[in-house]
């Protein structure tokens, strides 16, 4: 078979790639990250021949046992290159293979299958459709719950490469997938629990699926994935709560669960890179009263004038925007901003900022006004 001319050739490593017009324009802040590259997370650190980090020397006795079948399924070291070269005529049968693999007795043999998906998923959209079509997607949803941290990691990214497709996506939730993805953001490894939340993320581009997505529990363990992930975690946690939140229930089950106290903290956490984007869903929770009131709650307000002082021109614009959605309807909260020292660097937004920026801080300062002058006609 042409694999193992192929597997000859080539030792190489894989390299790693990794509702209203405002909301139109802040949904700009997640374009570095929004549109999830295939394996943006996970990478192929264990299928590449790359060095070992630190930590995965410190846990070399809990790799997986050498797996026992042979041929195209017994490599656990096959690099993106090696993959992409097999030919249109091999890459049927090796589907094939793979997907038969999924549905053996031996997890190894699942877990390197899962892995060669996860590879041939990996860049090319006609590799994407073929699997789709194969009937890989519902043998690959059973080892998301896998005990095997590695089958469940392969198996997650292989669905998340997948899911990048369009049709996929459809294939993916009819398939039963949702309630299990949010079953390995809750217990998987770190990479697993990025994975699975990038997976949701394409998922949740089709409108009614966001919905299923907040139902079936997703929003907590985004928000623990927030709390404890990694700074690559973070950012996938945040991307994913922004596209759920686009929901009013999903707003509320985000308030419930936490999220403005993390999102009001990392505001005031300048040179993160995911302030910005943590201003993003703060404005759109301050679209529901729930939301509000959390935000003040939690000292969202001297964050967001401090956001007005210090932080980007992006940043005084989501940050203005957000004390405008708290401060439309509540005379306290106007005061509460009043009294933090608002008045000047909105005064200073006014007059320097973006064409944007300027409105809405205009728009806010004449609210600022308004108390006054109802309290001085009030007075004696």
């Known amino acids: 078979m042409r694999l193992g001319e192929l597997a000859s050739r080539s030792n190489k490593s894989a390299q790693s790639p990794s509702e209203d017009e405002d909301y139109l324009d802040l949904s700009h802040a997640f374009s570095d990250f929004s549109a ?30 050498p797996e026992p079948c042979l041929g195209f399924l017994q490599r656990e070291n ?42 041939l998923a990996k860049n090319r959209a006609d590799n994407r459709a073929l699997i789709g079509e194969s009937g890989a997607v519902p043998a690959l949803i059973p080892l ?27 294939l993916i939730t009819n398939a039963g997938a949702i309630k299990s993805l949010v079953y390995v953001l809750k217990t998987g490894t770190e990479t697993s629990k990025q994975n699975a939340a990038c997976a949701l993320l394409n998922l949740s581009l089709i409108d009614d699926n966001k919905i299923s997505i907040g139902a079936c529990g997703a929003i907590p363990p985004l928000v623990s994935l927030l709390l404890n992930g990694s700074n690559r975690g973070k950012k996938d946690a945040l991307t ?51 939301g509000r009131t959390a935000i003040v709650e939690e000292g969202g307000i001297p964050a967001l004038v401090e956001a007005i002082e210090d932080g980007s021109v992006k940043g005084k614009e989501f940050a203005v925007l957000t004390l405008l959605l708290l401060c439309a309807d509540s005379v306290r909260n106007r005061g509460l901003l009043v009294r933090e020292g608002g008045i000047p660097p909105l005064v200073a937004l006014s007059q320097t900022g973006t064409a944007r920026a300027k409105h809405k801080a205009e728009t806010l300062l004449g609210y600022l006004r308004e108390p006054r002058q109802e309290a001085s006609t009030s007075s004696p």
């Open 36 to 65: 999830c590259s295939s394996d943006i997370s996970g990478e192929l650190q264990r299928l590449a021949s790359l060095p070992p980090s630190e930590d995965v020397a410190k846990n070399e006795s809990s790799d997986p046992e």
């Open 78 to 119: 096959f690099s993106t290159e090696i993959i992409e070269s097999i030919s249109p005529e091999d890459l049927q049968p090796t589907v094939k293979m793979c997907v038969d693999g999924l549905q053996s007795p031996s997890v190894a043999v699942k877990r390197s299958a899962a892995a060669k998906l996860r590879l």
């Open 144 to 170: 998301l719950r896998c005990t095997d941290p590695w089958t469940q990691e392969h198996a997650v990214t292989a669905l998340l490469n997948l899911s990048l497709h369009e049709e996929n996506k459809t």
């Open 240 to 290: 994913t709560l922004y596209k759920l939140c686009s929901m009013k229930q999903n707003k509320e089950r985000a308030v419930s669960a936490g999220a403005v106290k993390l999102l009001v903290e990392l505001v005031a956490e300048q040179g993160t890179g995911l302030t910005e984007k943590a201003m993003v869903i703060l404005s759109s929770l301050a679209a529901i009263p729930e």
